[in-house]
């Protein structure tokens, strides 16, 4: 872990002594530069560990991912509620089968064509927003998750996910629809699965009915830029 090679480019990374590196779950003074994990099993490891923010104390489990680790799209949430927090998944309980259902409505599954993970891996107590200092200090292994699976896609869910990942303080409104580019990937906010679960109506112009214009969208760019 001494001789680490920037892999977002040119910036060289900082060079990490053993001991250091071993002091990065539990502080988050001790930075994860890009390249510091040679395979997300070992910064699952890390994870499970993770002391580097006050959501560690209540947590049952840290909630690193679900789905295929060689998956063309990512897509990322704001963090784990109870369930998730119960069962170590990102995504289940009925916000998850949405997005399962959403996914299949263009022929996408969860084992096979997506990754799934969140801007925080432990859960933020009664489901508030992860503060400003939780999201520094776990969005790291975020950027780690992202070097390491490679999408071409990042689909970011609710506004948490999009300030956290791409600093954008507009919300998801206003932003969704919209390609944007990160890092030389293609990203797109896209509205919580539990933002449409509280949202039912297909009306024309309604947030399910933009969600299916925009999972449309989705699909035509993984075809084009898989093809
Ligand atoms: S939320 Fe992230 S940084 Fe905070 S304790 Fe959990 S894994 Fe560590």
Same mark, same amino acid.
Request: charged share 20%; glycine share 8%.
């Given at each position: =872990?001494?001789?680490?090679? $920037?892999?977002?480019?040119?910036?060289?990374?900082?060079?990490?002594?053993?001991?250091?590196?071993?002091?990065?779950?539990? #502080?988050?003074?001790?930075?994860?530069?890009?390249?510091? +994990?040679?395979?997300?099993?070992?910064?699952?490891?890390?994870?499970?560990?993770?002391?580097?923010?006050?959501?560690?104390?209540?947590?049952? /489990?840290?909630?690193?991912?679900?789905?295929?680790?060689?998956?063309?799209? =990512?897509?990322? $949430?704001? %963090?784990?509620?109870?369930?998730?927090? @119960?069962?170590?998944?990102?995504?289940? %309980?009925?916000?998850?089968?949405?997005?399962?259902?959403?996914?299949?409505?263009?022929?996408?599954?969860?084992?096979?064509?997506? +990754?799934?993970?969140?801007?925080?891996?432990?859960?933020?107590? $009664?489901?508030?927003? !992860?503060?400003?200092?939780?999201?520094?200090?776990?969005? !790291?292994?975020?950027?780690?998750?992202?070097?390491?699976?490679?999408?071409?896609?990042?689909?970011?869910? $609710? /506004?948490?996910?999009?300030?956290?990942?791409?600093?954008?303080?507009?919300?998801?409104?206003?932003?969704?629809?919209?390609?944007?580019?990160?890092?030389?990937?293609?990203?797109?906010?896209?509205?919580? !699965?539990? +933002?449409?679960? #509280? /949202? !039912?109506?297909?009306?024309?112009?309604?947030?399910?009915?933009?969600?299916?214009?925009?999972?449309?969208?989705?699909?035509?760019?993984? /075809? @084009?830029?898989?093809?």
């Amino acid at each position: =872990m001494t001789d680490q090679i $920037g892999l977002f480019g040119e910036q060289p990374v900082a060079k990490l002594s053993p001991e250091t590196w071993e002091q990065i779950p539990t #502080r988050a003074t001790v930075a994860i530069p890009p390249g510091a +994990y040679d395979s997300l099993e070992q910064m699952a490891q890390h994870c499970s560990q993770c002391q580097r923010c006050d959501l560690a104390s209540d947590r049952t /489990n840290v909630v690193v991912s679900r789905g295929n680790p060689n998956a063309s799209i =990512m897509i990322v $949430g704001e %963090g784990p509620g109870e369930q998730e927090d @119960e069962q170590g998944l990102p995504f289940v %309980g009925k916000s998850g089968q949405l997005l399962d259902q959403i996914l299949a409505s263009v022929r996408l599954d969860t084992q096979n064509d997506v +990754y799934i993970c969140n801007v925080v891996k432990c859960r933020p107590p $009664g489901n508030r927003n !992860p503060t400003a200092g939780e999201i520094a200090a776990c969005v !790291p292994f975020l950027k780690e998750q992202i070097r390491l699976v490679d999408p071409k896609i990042i689909l970011l869910t $609710g /506004n948490t996910a999009l300030r956290g990942l791409l600093g954008i303080k507009q919300g998801v409104t206003k932003m969704r629809g919209n390609w944007m580019e990160w890092e030389g990937r293609h990203c797109m906010a896209i509205f919580h !699965p539990a +933002y449409l679960l #509280r /949202n !039912p109506s297909r009306e024309k112009g309604k947030p399910k009915w933009l969600m299916w214009q925009d999972i449309q969208a989705i699909r035509k760019k993984l /075809n @084009e830029t898989t093809a």
